[in-house]
Structures are given as structure tokens and as C-alpha cells.
């Protein structure tokens, strides 16, 4: 197993985290008074998700890849 197993877990929790906050701050948040601010809310919201997304699935794939056993300098070999 990864030495950095915990550290990877813990970075996607917390961006998964990030994203949920986002989403429920831009529901509590709704005063946009024009369609183009609203445009813009929808925009920034996405941006961040996708962020999280990201930011998640760059955490959990050398957990996943570890899972086949490979060794830890396959799994994080750069070229």
C-alpha cells in the first residue's frame, strides 16, 4: 500500500467537501436580480465543482491504481 494512502483520502474528502459547500452557499445565496447574474452564479459554480471534481479524481487514481498491486514506483512513475 501507498505510504500516502491517508494524505490522498483525506485531500479528496476534503475536496469533495468544497464542492458540496459551494453548491449549498450558491442555493442559500440566490439574489440575483438579472439573468445575467444568474448566468454568472451558475458559472462560478461550475467552475468550482469541476474544480472539486478534479481535485478528487487526481487523489483517488493512485489509490486505484495501487489496488492492482503494482509497485509504488509504477504508480508514481512521470514519464
Wanted: charged share 20%.
Amino acid at each position: 500500500m501507498l505510504e500516502s494512502t491517508e494524505t490522498l483520502l483525506s485531500m479528496a474528502e476534503i475536496a469533495a467537501a468544497l464542492a458540496g459547500f459551494a453548491a449549498l452557499v450558491s442555493v442559500i445565496r440566490r439574489t440575483s436580480d438579472t439573468p445575467a447574474d444568474a448566468v454568472h452564479d451558475l458559472l462560478r459554480l461550475r467552475l468550482v465543482i469541476a474544480s472539486s471534481v478534479a481535485g478528487v479524481a487526481a487523489a483517488l487514481i493512485p489509490v486505484g491504481i495501487d489496488g492492482y498491486g503494482l509497485a509504488p514506483e509504477t504508480t508514481w512513475r512521470s514519464r
